[in-house]
T-cell receptor, first 115, second 110 residues
Framework: DVKVTQSSRYLVKRTGEKVFLECVQDMDHENMFWYRQDPGLGLRLIYFSYDVKMKEKGDIPEGYSVSREKKERFSLILESASTNQTSMYLC??????????????FGAGTRLSVL | GDSVTQMEGPVTLSEEAFLTINCTYTATGYPSLFWYVQYPGEGLQLLLKATKADDKGSNKGFEATYRKETTSFHLEKGSVQVSDSAVYFCALSRDDKIIFGKGTRLHILP
């Protein structure tokens, strides 16, 4: 079974803190993704990566950055957390290119509260 | 631009009832279509998919048919169980992106 592990289920941070959300997958997938999930808005793509050390902006990259130094690990960074970044964050991975890229395996999510 | 519209929830049914969750899409070209399911406390997981017109995806008793003429991909199940309670997401993809609907929460009463 593919496993996508997110380092924390719940996090509470203060406004202005730098926040790191970690994600690790164990199936040697090329592609990794970060989404945020908000009630009434569904899933929105923040950043994704098709290979080590590369990254692409998704639909809502503002206020976020990412790092992919190793194939299995994809980190989401909130440079200076703000209250409007309170959300559920989901990491996903997928094998292959083109159409297969969108058959994704998700982690259980990190619920982040910024106070 | 491309979009996915699915019925608002929550949907509440009794066990063994027939389920339909509507999904329609707007897209250029020929997207692939998906249903993902999110059980309580878990991430999303792929439930079924279809990659071309008239394809039927099926899994765990759920079915959906890719209808290009009506731009729809409705999810159906003949007899739901309490364990089907979850949030269901319809999605479409082309090479460069995936777009999720807002999700439909399903409650099944015993």
């Amino acid at each position: 079974d593919v496993k996508v592990t997110q380092s924390s289920r719940y996090l509470v941070k203060r406004t202005g803190e730098k926040v790191f959300l970690e994600c690790v997958q164990d199936m040697d997938h090329e592609n990794m993704f970060w989404y945020r999930q908000d009630p009434g808005l569904g899933l929105r793509l923040i950043y994704f990566s098709y290979d080590v050390k590369m990254k692409e902006k998704g639909d809502i990259p503002e206020g976020y950055s990412v790092s992919r130094e190793k194939k299995e690990r994809f980190s989401l960074i909130l440079e200076s957390a703000s209250t409007n970044q309170t959300s559920m964050y989901l990491c996903a991975s997928s094998p292959g290119a083109s159409g297969g890229r969108w058959i994704q395996y998700f982690g259980a999510g990190t619920r982040l509260s910024v106070l | 631009g491309d979009s996915v519209t699915q019925m608002e929830g929550p949907v509440t049914l009794s066990e063994e009832a027939f389920l339909t969750i509507n999904c329609t899409y707007t897209a250029t070209g020929y997207p692939s279509l998906f249903w993902y399911v999110q059980y309580p406390g878990e991430g999303l997981q792929l439930l079924l998919k279809a990659t071309k017109a008239d394809d039927k995806g099926s899994n765990k008793g759920f079915e959906a048919t890719y209808r290009k003429e009506t731009t729809s991909f409705h999810l159906e199940k003949g007899s739901v169980q309490v364990s089907d309670s979850a949030v269901y997401f319809c999605a479409l993809s082309r090479d460069d992106k995936i777009i999720f609907g807002k999700g439909t929460r399903l409650h099944i009463l015993p």
